[in-house]
């Protein structure tokens, strides 16, 4: 299994980025599919998160309504669009696969994760 993140970078303060989890090994409509991120000298972080046959999404206090999880099947592809971006989220973002019947916001609930992706928010 692979889960290939990409689509970090440098942004300024308020711009967009969107992030892409290209799948092997795996069909991400069977997973409950997450982004996390780790900031440096801080804890990781559950972003946001779409449950297996994208029947619910669910995201972190510190991104609501400023970000959406999709996922596209036919690309085996999840995204994470980011808007509205600031300073503090700035991290490595990593997405993760998980088979557990319910979509939880905790790292022990994911059994595959890629090797994340840099994003800098400049103010």
């Known amino acids: 299994v692979q889960l290939q993140a990409s689509g970090g970078g440098l942004v300024q303060a308020g711009g967009s980025l969107r992030l892409s989890c290209a799948a092997s090994?795996?069909?991400?409509?069977?997973?409950?599919m997450a982004w996390f991120r780790q900031a440096p000298g801080k804890e990781r972080e559950f972003v946001a998160g779409?449950?297996?046959?994208?029947?619910?999404?669910l995201y972190g206090d510190s991104v609501k309504g400023r970000c959406t999880v999709s996922r596209d099947n036919a690309k085996n592809t999840v995204y994470l669009q980011m808007n509205s971006l600031k300073p503090e989220d700035t991290a490595i973002y990593y997405c993760?696969?998980?088979?557990?019947?319910?979509?939880?916001?905790?790292?022990?609930?994911?059994?595959?994760w890629g090797q994340g992706t840099l994003v800098t928010v400049s103010s």
């Open positions: 993760a696969a998980g088979s557990q019947i319910r979509m939880l916001a905790t790292d022990a609930s994911y059994d595959y």
């Open positions: 090994g795996l069909t991400v409509s069977s997973y409950n």
């Open positions: 779409v449950s297996r046959f994208s029947i619910t999404t």
